[in-house]
């Protein structure tokens, strides 16, 4: 089942993202969620982070909007504040949305492997595409604290789904409780690191890593961990981050994260070029 409904162009798509901010504007101003009619609109925004994206409508200091964006552009602007637009501008990096095919595959992933409901944890969850498709069996049984790192994002996804708990804030210095039934999602791709003094066992980790430690820390007994990964996380030459999610320390085996507090679900599939695990 197709949720989006995305359009075809990176400029269509823009466009979409500014009428998403725009009505997500209205909504703010009226103090209401979204309607059934209205959903379709906030449900298309994608974020800035597609490389035509982020190129024509976030230039480089002194460089000017791409040529054919100005309309888009000025839009933009009008439908934001210079720190909405900042915000956006730094989120370019993380705004990767998942394809909706993978979403799914990962809930019918989930269900032939017996899970009936709980606690979700959705670290960066976006605006909520993993919220959109949970099965329709689960409902009435589950509930879906999530962590979205942008402000507008968040906005957005607060608005489309008001009966679940969407805050504001970044993953990597949140503080998350524990005994989740599930930790799903797509953690960013990037070249950061997180040093948080807090949380000297993950000091160092990729963010990406990071998000999935974190996440299956927050596990009850049993829980299961579901990300979208890609392949490094399994087979890059370091393996601090693994040996942290599998409980070794210096060489020592113990009964660890995966062991103990969650069932690892292993699918391969293909995005287009690349194969990305789901974990």
Not at 101 to 111: G, N, R
Not at 129 to 138: G, V
Not at 181 to 187: K, Q, R, S, V, Y
Not at 226 to 245: E, G, I, N, Y
Request: aromatic share 8%; hydrophobic share 40%.
């Amino acid at each position: 089942t197709v949720l989006r409904g995305q359009a075809t162009g990176w400029q269509a798509r823009a466009r979409d993202n500014v009428a998403a901010i725009q009505l997500l504007g209205e909504l703010e101003r009226d103090e209401r969620n979204a309607t059934a009619a209205e959903q379709q609109i906030p449900s298309r925004f994608v974020g800035f982070g597609a490389r035509d994206l982020a190129n024509n409508l976030f230039p480089r200091a002194g460089d000017t909007v791409g040529r054919g964006w100005e309309e888009i552009g000025v839009e933009l602007t009008a439908c934001t504040s210079e720190t909405e637009r900042a915000a956006l501008a730094r989120a370019v990096q993380y705004a990767h949305y998942t394809p909706e095919y993978i979403v799914h595959t990962i809930w019918d992933f989930l269900l032939a492997r017996g899970f009936q409901g709980g606690s979700v944890l959705a670290p960066g969850c976006g605006t909520g595409l993993f919220i959109a498709t949970r099965p329709a069996k689960l409902d009435g049984s589950i509930a879906f604290p999530g962590i979205e790192m942008d402000a507008v994002t968040a906005r957005i996804a607060r608005r489309l789904y008001p009966r679940q708990w969407i805050r504001q804030g970044d993953f990597s210095k949140a503080k998350p409780d524990s005994g989740y039934d599930l930790a799903i999602g797509n953690p960013p791709c990037c070249n950061q690191t997180v040093h948080n003094a807090d949380d000297r066992a993950l000091w160092g980790f990729s963010l990406h890593d990071y998000f999935i430690a974190r996440s299956i820390e927050a596990l009850r007994p049993g829980g299961i961990a579901a990300f979208v990964t890609p392949r490094h996380t399994l087979d890059k030459s370091s393996t601090t981050a693994r040996a942290h999610m599998q409980g070794i320390r210096k060489g020592e085996q113990k009964e660890g994260l995966f062991q103990k507090h969650a069932r690892i679900i292993e699918a391969l599939i293909p995005v287009r070029d690349a194969a990305r695990r789901v974990l």
